[in-house]
Structure formats: C-alpha cells, structure tokens
C-alpha cells in the first residue's frame, strides 16, 4: 500500500514562503498522481483542495485561492512531491496534506491515501 510522509511547514509572517514535501513509498511512484489538501483549524468542513499534479508532472491544476502563490512538483525518481507556498496569507492557516490517486482530479473522494498532516500557520 502507498505510504505518505510529510515534512516542512511551520509559522511565517504574511507574505512570506513555506516548502511542504511529501515522500512516498510502497507502490510505483509514476502510477499516481499527487495532490495537497487543506483543513483550516477548529472546523468541522471538509478538506478543502489546494491542488494536484499528473503523473508524469507534466500537468498542475490549483483552487483559485492559491493560483499563482502556489506551486506543485514532483520528482519521479526522489519519489517525492514538492508544494511551494509564496505569498502567503493568513486564511492559508491549515493543517496541509497530501494525498495520492491513480486518478487526477480535485474531488477528495478520489484519493486513496494520505499524509500524516502538516501545520502551517501564518501570521499577521
């Protein structure tokens, strides 16, 4: 079964960056396809979508309150997935994780493992 590690995140001021990565293990790498989830604290609402990357990365698709401060990619052969996050806000306060599909979309229901969770916290 596939394995999601999580490692990055933290607290940063507003307008600032933070890197999230995420390593995978336990089946084929290039089969899957990657996304990266959110969930801001003290909510009972469902993740919300950040965005994915395709299999070979040649294809990246983000929600409209990360276009263009977010980035997406992937090493096919470091098995890892990369999320860089500029700009940004505090509404971007959340727990982040990744998630892995033999599918590539936006739809939560379409992920079959995920990663352990990472904070990030932004500060005014």
């Known amino acids: 079964q596939v394995h999601l590690v999580q490692s990055g995140g933290g607290l940063v001021q507003a307008g600032g960056s933070l890197r999230l990565s995420c390593a995978f293990s336990g089946r084929t790498f290039s089969d899957y396809a990657l996304g990266w989830f959110r969930q801001a604290p003290g909510t009972e609402r469902e993740r919300e979508f950040v965005g994915a990357i395709s299999w070979s990365g040649e294809h990246t698709y983000f929600a409209d309150s990360v276009e263009g401060r977010f980035t997406i990619s992937r090493d096919n052969h470091k098995e890892t997935v990369t999320l860089q996050m500029n700009d940004l806000k505090p509404e971007d306060t959340a727990v982040y994780y990744c998630?892995?599909?033999?599918?590539?979309?936006?739809?939560?229901?379409?992920?079959?493992?995920w990663g352990q969770g990472t904070q990030v916290t932004v500060s005014l």
């Open positions: 998630a892995a599909s033999i599918h590539y979309g936006l739809g939560i229901e379409e992920y079959e493992s």
